[in-house]
């Protein structure tokens, strides 16, 4: 190469480099220029087919990618990466949603946020649903209970109660003590305002025993033949089942019964209520044999000397049958032993005498009893007294 050749191609050369320098700006490099990376514009956020979420930007340059972040409890949380500038969340509960979409590179980092933008999905059209612990059986104590709502779009937002047509309270736990049949109200409401309709329960409380009852004497003479009446009353939850029995043998309710053997019977009656209550009511009667008794002298005038009381026994015993020891007269023992008296009474003739009692002017009852194993035997007569 000659030199005015060279210094021709050296020329070329330096041109060049003037050239791009003075394309290159006065107070920035490109690498500064490309460094202000900016976050989305014109963001919208809107409701498609009632439930679904859509949310659209504008490009920005240098961007490779946006972040959308959903305002929660006042903190932004990532919810989706795209490259696009729309983005689609599909059925969506109802409520209000918030957002604020980022741009980003990998050279550049990430921008700060847009604006937000906020609607509400209006698909929840349903109200909560609420149910109870309660059931339909009888309780016996105080019970607690307790309501649940659900509600699968908005969610729930209260729950109230009302017992027996009070006030409404808002809650979902609560405490029946009233014996009887409690009248339970309550209903949910939704965070978008659907209100359920109210819901009734009954919820039913008995805390006390059936009461039993039935009229009977202590004791019968052998051969009584009694009407078995008996009450069981339970005011709250009702009588459920109730049996009478004499000696295990099952009497309905009203009818007649004979005590056809001497000793003692059990009479009892078991009774329970709607609730689980039982209860037990028994009552043990004697049945005595019964005798005839004459007295003579049938007037009993002087307050002193004997007098005989003569005893008719049924067909089926006799004298040698009866302890002979046991036998009083209002409680007074017969006299017995010496001049023949003993003989008399295995006769059933006994003597007693008129100053071992305490008799008054006027008609007497006078008392035989007598034991027959474990057997009374008991006859009764009414004499003057003067």
Excluded: C
């Excluded at 009497?251 to 056809?260: L, M, P, Q, R, Y």
């Amino acid at each position: 190469m000659n030199k005015q050749a060279f210094r021709m191609w050296t020329f070329v050369v330096m041109l060049v480099i003037v050239s791009q320098a003075s394309l290159m700006p006065a107070s920035k490099t490109v690498a500064e220029t490309m460094n202000t990376l900016q976050p989305p514009s014109n963001v919208t956020l809107s409701i498609e087919n009632e439930n679904d979420i859509v949310l659209r930007w504008s490009p920005v340059l240098y961007a490779t990618g946006y972040k959308i972040y959903q305002i929660i409890d006042g903190q932004a949380v990532l919810v989706r990466t795209t490259t696009g500038i729309a983005a689609l969340f599909s059925n969506m509960p109802a409520g209000e949603y918030s957002y604020t979409v980022h741009s980003y590179s990998s050279s550049l980092g990430e921008s700060g946020p847009s604006k937000i933008v906020t609607n509400v999905s209006n698909k929840d059209t349903e109200a909560p649903v609420t149910r109870s612990t309660a059931n339909e059986n009888w309780l016996t104590q105080d019970t607690v209970i307790e309501l649940f709502a659900t509600d699968n779009e908005s969610g729930v937002a209260n729950t109230y109660y009302s017992i027996n047509k009070g006030a409404f309270r808002e809650g979902s736990v609560f405490t029946l003590t009233e014996e009887g049949i409690n009248n339970v109200y309550f209903y949910s409401v939704d965070n978008v305002g659907n209100i359920e309709k109210i819901q009734t329960q009954e919820v039913k409380i008995d805390k006390t025993q059936p009461e039993l009852s039935i009229d009977l004497q202590d004791v019968y003479s052998l051969g009584a033949e009694v009407v078995l009446t008996y009450h069981a009353d339970d005011k709250v939850s009702g009588i459920s089942s109730a049996e009478l029995t004499v000696n295990g043998q099952v009497i309905e309710n009203g009818g007649s019964f004979k005590f056809d053997q001497p000793g003692e019977y059990l009479v009892k009656i078991e009774a329970e209520d709607h609730a689980g209550w039982k209860s037990t009511y028994e009552k043990k009667v004697i049945v005595q044999i019964p005798v005839s008794i004459e007295v003579t002298p049938g007037i009993l005038k002087d307050n002193n000397g004997l007098f005989t009381v003569k005893v008719y026994l049924p067909d089926v015993l006799t004298m040698k049958d009866i302890d002979l020891n046991s036998v009083t007269l209002n409680g007074v023992s017969a006299k017995s032993g010496t001049e023949g008296l003993q003989e008399q009474a295995e006769l059933g003739q006994f003597k007693f005498k008129r100053e071992d009692f305490d008799l008054v002017s006027g008609e007497v009852t006078l008392e035989f009893r007598a034991s027959l194993g474990d057997h009374d035997i008991v006859g009764k007569a009414v004499v003057k007294v003067k």
